[in-house]
């Protein structure tokens, strides 16, 4: 299986160069964030005429997720147990969800597409929302594990942090004083990576970036960020054969500001105790 991530910032605005990317490099699933439309909006068809089945969730023109499958989807969820919503001025625990999680079955594995909080301000009401959403994210993925051990499970998708400073080349971006890189984001990213999750694609790719923001040449200048991730199960990342970043797919006309995370898996051969460990 060759499973991607992307945050597409707007799948009307970019569907053509979307689907030829997942043909071109043959993926078998990919995971989109900020499809930023309904579900009855999204450009089903295109990818349908390509051989891809889609499940979608959003509500707006903000936030919204997908998954497009060469094979069925199956056990469809679009919020993960405990996962709060946010509404400006709404506090409490009935605040209404928003579209940031869709979680499918696919070719044997569990692949949920998340989209988490950016955050706003390290002062602002959506920072807090943000931790408590990665706070829940954990909580539920050492539930799963507790139970199925064995599962593969892929949490990928935009997950707004740079975990480490290597991950950071935005020189607007400064710890103490941005979201993305502050010490509590951080460890919320540790403490998920601890629930029984590990990123996939670190160990065969330790550098590089997967955003650069559209102003003040920041593509140009390399001066972007590592927000984008494939986080798998112990199963899952035994699986791995290989992984890729797709920094190409920032240039051209009409490029969202991330580019495609991929990562090759052969579940098949993931119990052959010959095969190399990536942790």
């Known amino acids: 299986m060759r499973l991607a991530t992307w945050n597409v910032n707007s799948i009307r605005a970019r569907v053509d160069r979307i689907v030829d990317f997942a043909v071109r490099e043959h ?12 579900q009855e909006q999204f450009p089903y068809e295109a990818f349908e005429a390509a051989g891809y089945e889609v499940r979608a969730h959003g509500f707006s023109q903000w936030n919204g997720v997908a998954v497009a499958s060469r094979e069925p989807m199956t056990d469809v969820e679009t919020a993960f147990p405990g996962m709060p919503g946010f509404a400006k001025g709404h506090e409490g625990p009935d605040a209404p969800l928003e579209a940031r999680a869709i979680g499918v079955t696919t070719g044997g594995v ?21 931790l408590r959403w990665l706070a829940a994210l954990e909580e539920h993925t050492r539930d799963v594990l507790a139970a199925d051990p064995d599962l593969p499970l892929a949490l990928v998708g935009d997950y707004n942090i740079a975990p480490t400073d290597a991950d950071n080349g935005d020189p607007t971006i400064v710890p103490g004083f941005s979201t993305h890189v502050s010490p509590p984001e951080r460890q919320a990213f540790q403490s998920l990576t601890s629930a029984g999750v590990v990123d996939v694609v670190r160990p065969l790719i330790p550098t590089g970036y997967t955003y650069w923001d559209y102003k003040r040449l920041r593509f140009p200048r390399n001066e972007g960020l590592r927000i984008d991730f494939i986080l798998g199960s112990e199963t899952l990342a035994d699986a791995v054969t290989d992984a890729s970043i797709h920094r190409d797919e920032r240039k051209g006309e009409g490029p ?7 990562v090759d898996l052969d579940l098949d051969g993931a119990d052959d105790d010959d095969r190399p460990m990536i942790f």
């Open 27 to 38: 993926i078998d699933v990919l995971a989109m964030q900020e499809i930023k439309c309904k």
């Open 110 to 130: 569990r692949v949920w597409s998340l989209y988490v909080p950016n955050g706003r301000g390290l002062g602002d009401p959506h920072y807090d929302y943000k």
């Open 256 to 262: 969202s500001d991330h580019v495609p995370v991929v």
